[in-house]
């Protein structure tokens, strides 16, 4: 018996992954989906993360309806897909900013203040591994790596949408850290701001 206070995680059709792209825009009940709908609860998890695919919406329409979600993609595709493109119409997605992005809290905020980063767009330019030499040098302190970790995973969001954990990019790092690519980029953009401020 499917009752609305039942969790996601007891509805059919939505495994782990799809439990946590909901979760991340609080639809974690029967109820609350069904309050949002079917249409609009994919619409936001896709605004949360560019990565979800179309067979989410089946899958949320046939937990709602209490059916196989591949009934619902066999049987109302089209009908669903024109549903998205009028639901997105009536409702835009409204601008993300600086703040809005997944791992920048105040000390972030911060640091874009001083590097003259305004915008999401202007983020989505950026490269981490200037961002990193020129924090260090603006501040004349050295920063964390993790401080790298985090510009990365704001750098990602802002180019692709996908909100990932900042310590999603303290392997990529590492990797380069062994290769010994790291430390050399940043030691590259270090000479070069130096050797611009002197013939300045």
């Given at each position: ?31 609350k ?32 309806e ?25 409702h ?17 905020l ?58 999603d990019f ?16 940043i ?14």
């Amino acid at each position: 018996m499917v009752t609305t206070k039942q969790a996601i995680s007891e509805l059919r059709n939505l495994g782990p992954k799809s439990q946590a792209m909901l979760a991340i825009v609080g639809l974690d009940t029967l109820a609350k989906l069904r309050k949002a709908g079917a249409v609009a609860a994919y619409v936001m998890a896709k605004r949360a993360n560019r990565t979800v695919s179309i067979n989410l919406l089946y899958g949320l329409v046939g937990s709602i309806e209490n059916c196989d979600w591949r009934e619902v993609q066999r049987a109302r595709k089209l009908e669903l897909l024109n549903a998205i493109e009028e639901y997105e119409q009536a409702h835009p997605a409204d601008p993300l900013s600086l703040k809005d992005l997944r791992n920048i809290g105040k000390a972030m905020l911060k640091d874009f203040e001083l590097l003259g980063i305004t915008s999401v767009k202007q983020l989505a330019r950026g490269n981490a591994d200037k961002l990193y030499a020129r924090i260090q040098a603006l501040t004349h302190t050295r920063h964390d790596p993790c401080v790298w970790d985090t510009y990365a995973a704001a750098i990602h969001q802002a180019k692709t949408g996908e909100a990932l954990p900042w310590w999603d990019f303290t392997k990529v790092r590492k990797e380069r850290e062994k290769a010994g690519k790291f430390v050399k980029s940043i030691r590259s953009i270090q000479r070069s701001a130096l050797s611009r401020k002197g013939r300045g």
